[in-house]
């Protein structure tokens, strides 16, 4: 077991987890592959000072393999493409993995709005991510500009309150399998 000196409290590991993966995404999108050393660090980091690693890597591979899917058939129908010729390069698989933590931290604040608002948010900011890495030259749109973005406005609409919605459960399944009961304390 790890040592306690490696723990954040509560607030210092929000910050540490949106940092975390606003650096992933940085590396990600300039660097791809050349960057996966520092993607894989900037992983096993969260898991080193994480307060719920267990919850964490379900939360991980459920929204990776969730995100990846969706990603794949997007690069497999040619919405858009990878300059290396891959249908999914690693690089955007680790930058999945990091975007699937800030779930339950960074990002958990997104839990508490009304699914409509979680589709609009996730149009907006999901598209505008990918329309970044375009113009940072880590994506192409084979089929343009507007069609693409209009795409990815619809399917991040539909995806991102379904992810806020495995981590939740993922979140209820674990809290309720550790809940301490006061008769047991």
Request: glycine residues 4%; aromatic residues 16%.
């Amino acid at each position: 077991m790890l040592n306690k000196s490696f723990s954040l409290g509560p607030r210092s590991f929000m910050v540490f987890n949106f940092i975390s993966f606003q650096s992933s995404w940085l590396v990600a999108v300039n660097m791809q592959q050349q960057g996966l050393i520092i993607l894989s660090i900037i992983l096993a980091s969260h898991f080193l000072v994480s307060p719920h690693r267990s919850r964490d890597w379900l939360t991980l591979l459920c929204i990776t393999l969730a995100g990846c899917l969706v990603d794949f058939s997007f690069s497999y129908v040619n919405v858009f493409s990878f300059k290396d010729g891959l249908l999914l390069p690693l690089w955007l698989i680790f930058l999945w993995a990091n975007f699937a933590l800030t779930f339950h931290y960074s990002m958990a604040w997104l839990n508490r709005l009304p699914v409509p608002v979680q589709a609009v948010l996730g149009g907006v900011f999901g598209a505008l991510s990918y329309y970044s890495a375009y113009k940072l030259g880590a994506v192409d749109y084979p089929f343009g500009e507007m069609l693409t973005i209009i795409c990815l406005i619809l399917i991040w609409s539909l995806t991102l309150p379904v992810y806020i919605f495995i981590s939740l459960k993922i979140k209820d399944k674990y809290d309720e399998k550790n809940k301490v009961h006061p008769s047991f304390a």
